[in-house]
């Protein structure tokens, strides 16, 4: 328990030596593309015409393809005319999904709500009438919306998405080799493991935590600024600290 204690210790005092708050990622020299890529603005659409409403709030906006059933546009779960719900378009984004402009920083709250509204709408009992071709279009679509939910939900998994969205793929698997870090993983990981109770696991878990919001803040400079080897870097570290999160929670 003492070595626990002194563990902790350590890595709060590396925290605050190597990662101080005004952290800036430096550029990641492995990334093959040099190129700056435009930012994907979100468009806003005047017309009320092809999208869904839950209590008055907009949802996705209007699908390109046509209803499969009259040929009218269609929106992304029902078509507006014969309200025949249609297949998944692989066209619409998770943000559009949930009508979120399309930018890292997102109000949980109000995504959580906006996907028990969607939930409700695809809900079993809803479709049941429907044509057994509806009802898989339905359970397709619901498990889109779950993904989508999920993917951003977690900052880590929110930022590889909308890295993607701007033609970056992250590969968080690409080692690292910065021996500050790598010493600190080290330090961290072994602190896990000796940690014997909720307290000590818990606070080793704040410090975690604090680490993943520090590289979440930088990975928002630098997408900002179109600075997206910047960024990957800052993927790769939010890897690191997601899965000890994981790691502790398994222990609690």
């Avoid at 990975?219 to 993927?235: G, H, L, M, P, R």
Wanted: with cysteine; glycine share 4%; proline share 2%.
């Amino acid at each position: 328990m003492k070595k626990t204690k002194t563990m902790v210790a350590s890595i709060s005092t590396l925290i605050r030596r190597t990662y101080p708050s005004t952290f800036r990622c430096n550029s990641l020299a492995t990334i093959q593309s040099q190129t700056q890529l435009p930012r994907e603005s979100l468009q806003h659409h005047s017309s009320a015409e092809g999208r869904l409403r839950f209590s008055g709030r907009v949802f996705c906006s209007e699908s390109g393809a046509g209803c499969w059933n009259c040929g009218e546009k269609a929106a992304f779960l029902f078509c507006n005319s014969c309200r025949s719900i249609q297949p998944v378009d692989d066209s619409v984004d998770y943000f559009q999904i949930f009508g979120l402009e399309k930018k890292y920083e997102i109000d949980p709250g109000s995504l959580e709500g906006k996907y028990k509204d969607w939930q409700k709408k695809l809900h079993p009992d809803l479709v049941h009438n429907k044509s057994k071709k509806e009802r898989d279009y339905a359970a397709e679509q619901s498990a889109k919306v779950t993904e989508a939910c999920r993917t951003l939900t977690k900052r880590l998994s929110r930022a590889m998405y909308i890295m993607k969205l701007n033609g970056v793929n992250v590969n968080e698997e690409e080692t690292i080799t910065d021996p500050t870090l790598l010493m600190e993983i080290m330090e961290l990981r072994e602190a896990i493991s000796e940690a014997d109770d909720s307290t000590s696991l818990n606070q080793i878990r704040s410090q975690v935590q604090e680490k993943l919001k520090q590289w979440s803040d930088s990975f928002v400079e630098a997408f900002e600024s179109q600075k997206f080897d910047d960024a990957v870097k800052c993927i790769q570290r939010m890897t690191y600290y997601e899965r000890a999160c994981e790691e502790i929670l398994k222990k609690l």
